[in-house]
């Protein structure tokens, strides 16, 4: 899968609440700071009303969601980037995901210890990116010191590194994040990719409100809207207590629930396909009677690098792609009504695959 998102933010904000609703975990989420020591991991799957009406079209045997991997890492306090609280352990974890969801705390209640007194998104927000920038700010001053040791040889290339890195470290030291630096070719960015920065990473916000806030936000859920509109990230608004309740329904009684609370479906069900979407992932399927399939993939990725997410052998021995659209396939109502429409195309190597794409891969190894 390979698809990891960290769920961070500062103690007592609902991100193990949160972790609990979405993998059903039961893991502990105590209200005092660093009751998530370890980092806890759940895969969890991808939401695709796509994959159950297809599934359902064949009667397949078997039906398998795509999935992400949500990992809640210990809460971060000021100083971490100089060993505070969990510090390095913390900056070690965050620094195996792919993507980071900024849990931030946007509800008043006297019965939940802040670690700061009070509720402030802007200041909460604002100290979880200070320690990851000053994080980045270290491990740039060591990479520059040693790029600079190794330019006084007049390597062109490695003078050039030098500029770059120095270009970065100035950013940081502005306080902005690393994911606003411009590299301008595929060595830059392959250096900025081997310095694996934190703030490097997409960032999407997730503010946690009380059940009356759900729909419509609060001060604080605008508050943190207009700082994340800054820096291009987005807002979404969960009611963490909300969704550890429903997790611990049964479908039909989630569907009252919602239906009660005048809502169509689960908050975690837009924060996942979020996270998602800020991976820049899409998903194609394999149908079949005995099984249909959803598989992530990256935006971009070509028929082959497609059909190699499912089998080496597929990509290495490619020969085509037979695909339908969703669309298509839905209205047709199977692959063979599809065929008979010519509404079954097929594409070669150069083909770049599209979300909702139902393929059939034929490959000779």
Known sequence: MGFRCGIVGLPNVGKSTIFNAMTAAAIDAENYPFCTIEPNVGIVPMPDERLDRLAGLVKTKNKVATQMEFVDIAGLVKGASQGEGLGNQFLGHIR????????????????????????????DREVISTELIIADLETVEKRLQKTRNQAKSGDKKIIAQV???ENVRDILDNGQPARTVE?????QQALLKELCLLTD?????????????????????????????????????????????????????????????????PGLNRLIRAGYALLDLITFFTVGEKE??????????????AAGKIHSDFERGFIRAEVITYPDYIRCGSEARAKEKGLMRSEGKEYIVKD??????RFNV
């Open 96 to 123: 195996q995901v792919d993507a980071i969801l900024h849990v931030v705390r946007c509800f008043d209640d006297d019965n939940i210890v802040h670690v700061d007194g009070s509720v402030d998104p802007l200041r």
């Open 163 to 165: 500029a770059f890195l």
């Open 183 to 187: 590299a301008g070719d595929s060595g």
């Open 201 to 265: 990473k997409p960032v999407l916000y997730v503010a946690n409100v009380h059940e009356k806030d759900l729909i419509n936000g609060n001060k604080y859920v605008d508050l943190l809207k207009e700082a994340a509109l800054e820096e291009n990230a987005s807002v979404v608004i969960i009611s963490g207590s909300i969704e550890q309740e429903l997790s611990l329904l049964s479908m039909e009684e989630q569907d009252e629930f919602l239906s009660d609370m005048g809502l169509e479906e």
């Open 292 to 305: 249909t399939k959803a598989w992530t993939i990256k935006q971009g990725t070509t028929a082959p690098g």
């Open 356 to 361: 909702g794409d139902c393929i059939l891969f």
